[in-house]
Structure formats: C-alpha cells, structure tokens
C-alpha cells in the first residue's frame, strides 16, 4: 500500500479499512508546559487568545509532530458561554468551572450562546487552522459531553444524587445540554474540523452504573450522534470494560478509552463495529516513565488491535515532549528499539 496523507491514514482507521500502519495523530487535549515554553506561549492565553491558540495549536503538529492538529485545550468553553463563572487556571492548569450557578427546577439556556465568551475565538480558531494545514492534515476539535456539562452547570453531587431522586428533572436538564452539544459539534464541523471528540467523564461506570448508563446516557449520545455528519468519537476516562456492549450500536465512529480497560477485551466486544483508540497511561507511563516503557505500551496496544494510537487521556501538562515522540516514533515504525 502506498503511504497514506496523515487526515486519510486517520479517517481510514475511524472507518476500520486497511491502513498503511497505526496512526498518531493529535487527539487529546495537550496544554504542555515545555511546548509553551519552546514556542515563547503561555497560559492562560492560550485558551483566550485567537492567534495563540492557533500558535499553540499548530506547534503540536509543526514541532512536536503530532500527525494532526487539535484544538482547545480545555473543556469549559459551553459551560461559561451559557453562564458557569471560570478559573481561567494557570501555565500547568487549564481553566475550570468556578462554581455552579444553576438551580434543577430552574434551567435558563441563552438561545445565542454560540456568540458568547471564548465560543467566537474557539470556532475562528478551528477555521484558521484548517485554512493554514490544508487538506490532508487532520484537524480534531472536541466539545463537552452531557452528563460532564450537566455536572457543571449544577454540581455533581446534586447531578448524582438527581439520577436517582429527580430523575424527571435530570432527563430534562440532559434534553437541554444534548442540544448544546449538537449545535457545537454541528458549529465546529462546519468551521472546519474533520474529526470530533466527545468526551464525557461523568459517563464513566466509576461514577454511574450500566443501568443508569443505559437509561440516562444512551439516549442523549444517540441523538447526538444522528446530528452531526462527521466522524464523532466517544471519550470516555476510567474503567468502562461494563458499558462496552452498550456502546456497540451507539453510531460513533470510535472509542477512546483509558488504560483502565483492557484493548483485547475491548477489541473482542466493539472490534467489529468502531475503531478503538487510545490508551496509553498518562500518569504512569507517559508523564512518569522513560522512552522505553512508552514504547513498550505503545507495541503492546498496536499488537492488541488498537485502531489509533492516543493517550488514554489528555497529556498532563508537565509530561515530557520526548515521550509523546517516542509515541510517534513507534507508531511510524521509526523508534529504533
């Protein structure tokens, strides 16, 4: 086979064809301390920043060599645009929900809040990126899952505690948030993004169970899925062996799941019917260990079936660049152990 462009080798793995090798392109969030610093950037102005994040954004694939470009960094721009106040965070600490500001019985959702805070920057941002890489460079761009927006809209102990004593209520809030994600996943594909990410961390069988999964959660990701006419892949962090075969028929074009889950025992259930991506440690081996044991996990994933080749979360600000290179290195097959 000849060697594929870097956005056809990652759409040909989404869709389960015969690809020339595994790809790596950038997929997860990564507000990286050293690359800031090797391009003169920083944060917070990175995430509020047009032309930073664009900066940013590009350096990933122009210096790092990532095979892709993906942008944001964070995962609050819904939340604030519709009214959640933020910590805009720090150069190791991506901006965050400051409180929750919204009441159960009482959800008042701005109808324009596509033009509000950093949306605007987010979106011209993904258009300027694709207008500058092309098309045959992949460009990623993700927006925040249902339960996780929920979650910051109003906490979530009360979220939680909801699923259970107000589901009524809970069901209602997910219809409002599962619209928010459409019109942003529909905004971000029509600014230019080839590929979405969906995460959702709340969604994890940690915190919530299959049953409730199935019930709560299930209902908002397929109704999603059916709105948004590109490739869109679930993330979702944790130990999520237990809602594999609700994944199955959900109509996303993948899985990226956290080293908690086990790629052969994921291959066996979704194998068939979505690619699987990820799921290299990010606290264990990429943040904390060397060049060989990242090579070794990341031979270990490829030779399980792993489809794409990620972290099996965002990069932790302070991992080492040559780490995530040797991830390259030995997706290419040019690692040299």
Known sequence: MKELSYKERFLRSLR??????????????????????????????????????????LAAYEILGLEGVRLP???????????????????????????????????RIPNDFLSKERIPIYLEAVKTVKRQVGDDIPVTAHFQGPLTMASQMIGAET??????????????????????????????????????????????????????????????????????????????????????PLLKEMGAAGFSFDVKVSVSDAKKILGAKMSLIGNISTQETLLHGNKDDVHRECLAAIRSGINVLAPSCGFAPHTPLENIKEMINTAKGTSGR
Do not use: W
């Open 73 to 107: 960094t964070d995962g609050a721009f819904e939340a604030e645009a519709i009214g959640c106040p933020i910590d805009i965070g720090a150069m190791d600490r991506n901006p965050s929900i400051a409180n929750h500001p919204f009441k159960l019985d009482d959800i």
């Open 159 to 244: 979220f939680l505690f909801g699923l259970t004593d107000k589901e009524k209520e809970i069901k209602a809030l997910l219809d409002i948030v599962t619209g928010i994600c459409i019109k942003m996943g529909n905004a971000l594909n029509e600014a230019g993004a080839d590929i979405l990410q969906l995460p959702d961390g709340m969604a994890t069988s940690e915190i919530i169970s299959p049953q409730m999964f199935e019930e709560f959660v299930q209902p908002c990701f397929q109704k999603i899925l059916r709105s948004i006419p590109c490739p869109v892949v679930l993330h979702i962090c944790g130990n999520t062996t237990p809602i594999l």
């Open 16 to 57: 389960l064809e015969s690809v020339d090798r595994v790809p790596m392109p950038a997929f997860c969030t990564h507000p990286l301390v050293e690359l800031m610093e090797q391009t003169a950037l920083s944060a917070p102005d990175i995430h509020y920043k047009r032309d930073d994040m664009v900066k940013f954004a």
